[in-house]
């Protein structure tokens, strides 16, 4: 079983980007970079123009296709409006996964994010050999760390990365996963 390409949920459309997706994905970016900079590193490196940004895309779609790494961009229910990311990615132990999240500027306190990341947990559940998915974020980033203590994950602890610099610090959030529940 792999993870769908396309699911909805009560308000969303959770999906497998293509490249002609991108007009949608830079206008949101763009739109949201002061907000994601302090907090994502690749916001860091954006505008990216629109031919680049279509071949990102086709990459996003091969690797999800291929099972390395689902980008999944978050949709309202006509598929006309991008409101944000997830994505499950292959980071720590063999039996993680990773989810990552943002929203775009005048999409957040709807509940989108919680609703999306739920689902994905859930999608989590259809990798062979996936048993747990965690949130890594900056503990400083409170609305970030609000989603994962809003659907009952469990924080690991808080690590700095760099012994030298304490600013650089990461709580982990951890959640089980039902194996093969998929999303209904
Ligand atoms: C982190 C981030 C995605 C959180 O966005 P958010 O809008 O707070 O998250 P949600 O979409 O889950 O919305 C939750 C809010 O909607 C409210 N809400 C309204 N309807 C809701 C519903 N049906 N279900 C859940 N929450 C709902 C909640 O009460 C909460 O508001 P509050 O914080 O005022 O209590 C956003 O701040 C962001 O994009 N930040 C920059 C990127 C980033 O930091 N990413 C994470 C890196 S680790």
């Known amino acids: ?11 969303l459309v959770l999906r497998r980007y293509r490249p002609e997706d991108a007009p949608l994905l830079k206008e949101a970016i763009d739109q949201s970079l002061e907000r994601l900079q302090p907090w994502m590193p690749w ?32 949709f309202d229910r006509e598929e006309r409006r991008l409101l944000g990311g997830t994505g499950l990615h292959r980071r720590g132990p063999a039996h993680v996964l990773e989810i990552g999240y943002w929203v775009r500027t005048g999409a957040e306190g709807q509940g989108y994010i919680t609703e999306a990341v739920d689902a994905v947990r859930r999608l989590a559940g259809l990798v062979p050999g996936i048993t747990h998915v965690r949130i890594c ?13 809003r659907l009952g994950f469990v924080c690991l602890g808080v690590a700095t990365a760099d012994p030298d ?4 610090e990461t709580a982990t959030w951890e959640s089980a996963v039902v194996p093969g529940d998929g999303a209904s």
């Not at 792999?2 to 308000?11: F, K, L, S």
């Not at 974020?137 to 203590?149: I, Q, T, Y």
């Not at 610099?165 to 650089?168: E, F, H, I, S, W």
């Open 165 to 168: 610099d304490d600013r650089a």
């Open 43 to 74: 916001a860091r490196m954006e505008p990216t123009p629109l031919p680049q940004l279509t071949e990102r895309l086709a990459t996003f779609a091969a690797n999800y296709d291929a099972g390395t790494e689902w980008v999944i961009g978050i």
């Open 1 to 11: 079983m792999t993870i769908p390409p396309r699911i909805e949920t009560p308000r």
């Open 137 to 149: 974020c900056d503990p400083r980033n409170l609305r970030s760390a609000a989603v994962p203590g």
